[in-house]
């Protein structure tokens, strides 16, 4: 079956840094382009950051651009997000996300980022 494991979250104080990790399983890892998202508590889920199915092509929110860098390793089927600079505005739960089409896009469980102090 399908299964998208993060992995990589936790506590951190402002700028330092987290790498989360999203080991895919259970369909064509490389037909799918990768997001991460992420929901803080009383807010809507928001787009993070997106990857093409070759990682030729990458989009960042606007508030995390130049500190956090989406990548992907089609042959350990497995997105990364690195985050560097956190502020306590990116603590989040941080989903990934498999994105093949509207109709057609798996959720891993999520993983919580706290920035604090």
Known sequence: ?????????GLVQPGGSLRLSCAASGFIFSNYAMR???QAPGKERELVAHISQS????????SVKGRFTISRDNAKNTVYLQMNSLKPEDTAVYYCNAYHSVLTN????????????
């Not at 891993?108 to 920035?115: R, Y």
């Open 1 to 9: 079956q399908v299964q998208l494991v993060e992995s990589g979250g």
């Open 36 to 38: 991460w998202y992420r």
């Open 55 to 62: 990682g030729g092509f990458t989009k960042y929110l606007d």
């Open 106 to 117: 798996y959720w891993g469980q999520g993983t919580q980022v706290t920035v604090s102090s």
